[in-house]
Each structure stands twice: as C-alpha cells, then as structure tokens.
C-alpha cells in the first residue's frame, strides 16, 4: 500500500453478513483506521490490523511501499 492510498478491510460471516468489529493497528504512525478503512500513513514498513469477535483474533498485515 503506497503512502495516502486506502482500503476497505470487513470481517464477513459464512453467509456475507459484515461483522461490526473494531479495527486496531500493532504500531502507531504507520496506518489510520476509520471504520474499515485502513489509510497508509508512511511510505515503507508493515503493520498488523487486527480486530476480535466473538473470542477469535482476525488478522491483516498490511505492506507499506
């Protein structure tokens, strides 16, 4: 993900349905979160996205170039 690009990260159950699930990032500075969108905020690196639901952790490691 290069600086200032963004995606859209959803947890979906079998059926489709979207999970509401809190988004938290492993390291400050490196993505902003709002809702499902992860934005990248530096222009090398990684940081994990993860989230919890229902006693299971979900994870996303997320490139930055």
Do not use: H, Q
């Not at 959803?10 to 979207?18: P, S, Y």
């Not at 999970?19 to 709002?34: N, R």
């Not at 690196?45 to 006693?55: L, M, P, Y």
């Amino acid at each position: 993900l290069k600086n200032g690009e963004a995606f859209v990260l959803r947890l979906r159950d079998g059926t489709g349905e979207t999970m509401d699930v809190v988004w938290e990032a492993s390291k400050t500075g490196y993505v902003s979160i709002d809702g499902n969108t992860i934005k990248a905020l530096r222009s090398s690196g990684s940081v994990t996205v993860t989230c919890t639901f229902e006693g299971t952790t979900y994870s996303c490691i997320v490139r930055l170039k």
